[in-house]
């Protein structure tokens, strides 16, 4: 969680929909960290990731606490959107602003009192890595496919509102280059928490937190042990992407050759 005072962030246990107590002592998130979030629906997974957002202080559903380098958070991460160090996407993040992806992006930094130069290009370059569908800066914001949102949502995270933690949830993946993602948050020192489905995203994290009853019930540290799962997953994924780029371009697909 470079360029901000933030070490590390706590979530210490609460309880279950039922009021049993979490059988966890504490979960530490670090600079680099990239954990998933997975259980069935209902099973309390935005719940968790609302908290961390809201810094909860036993005062949500769930009586988690969050802690900031092991302290109560200063009052002006809560309050000051512009300090708040942690940026949140999820299904319903859409910009529905009628303007070019510049003027967007030109009224973020604005609004953030951002001084970098060349900060809006390098933020669309950034978001052209993320999807093969490339974003022009003359594109009308409500015109982007919700691959092209995804990814230019993740940048703009990355780099305009600069937030050391990103949660991200159910953000479908479909139209985004998912390694890539998680390459380059862990490149900018980004912690990044996925609430996800995803078989690659999931295998791609160094952390597993499986939530039940709204609780949670484990946490898998795969280290390793997935890795030849995890290269299969990515292969068929990679196949997958390229079946879809195929068919976008409008070819038939009967030549063998696909397979990685
Ligand atoms: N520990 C808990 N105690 C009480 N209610 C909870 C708890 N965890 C989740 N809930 C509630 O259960 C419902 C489903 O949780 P949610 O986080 O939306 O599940 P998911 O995202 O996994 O589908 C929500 O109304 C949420 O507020
Ligand atoms: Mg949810």
Redesign the pocket.
């Known amino acids: 969680m470079s360029g901000c005072s933030i070490r590390e962030i706590t979530i210490l246990p609460?309880?279950?929909?039922?009021?049993n107590p979490?059988q966890f002592d504490r979960i530490v998130i670090r600079p680099g960290d990239t954990i998933s979030?997975v259980?069935?629906?209902?099973?309390?997974?935005?719940?968790?990731i609302?908290d961390i957002e809201v810094f909860a202080q036993n005062d949500?559903?769930?009586?988690?606490t969050v802690l900031v380098n092991g302290e109560i958070p200063a009052e002006e991460f809560i309050r000051d959107p512009s300090k708040k160090p942690i940026a949140l996407i999820t299904q319903n993040t859409k910009c529905l602003a009628d303007m070019t992806v510049e003027a967007f992006l030109a009224m973020h930094v604005r609004a953030r009192k951002i001084t970098t130069p060349d900060i809006i290009a390098k933020t669309r370059e950034l978001a052209n890595q993320f999807t093969g569908e490339q974003i022009h800066a003359g594109c009308r914001i409500t015109a982007l496919s919700g691959g092209q949102t995804r990814s230019l949502m993740v940048a703009d995270a990355i780099l305009i509102s600069n937030a050391p933690l990103i949660l991200l949830?159910?953000v479908e993946n479909a139209g985004i280059f998912r390694e890539r993602v998680i390459e380059v948050l862990k490149e900018h020192c980004k912690s990044v928490i996925f609430?996800t489905h995803d078989p690659l995203v999931s295998l791609l994290s160094d952390r597993r937190i499986v939530?039940r009853?709204?609780?949670v019930e484990k946490v898998l540290y795969p280290q390793g042990r997935e890795l030849p799962v995890r290269d299969m997953v990515a292969r068929i994924d990679l196949t997958m992407c390229r079946f879809r780029e195929r068919i976008r371009a409008g070819e038939l697909l009967t030549e063998p050759g696909y397979l990685v």
């Open positions: 609460g309880h279950d929909k039922h009021n979490e979030i259980g069935p629906t209902g099973s309390g997974k935005t719940a968790f609302n949500t559903a769930t009586g988690r949830d159910e609430v939530m009853h709204g609780a």
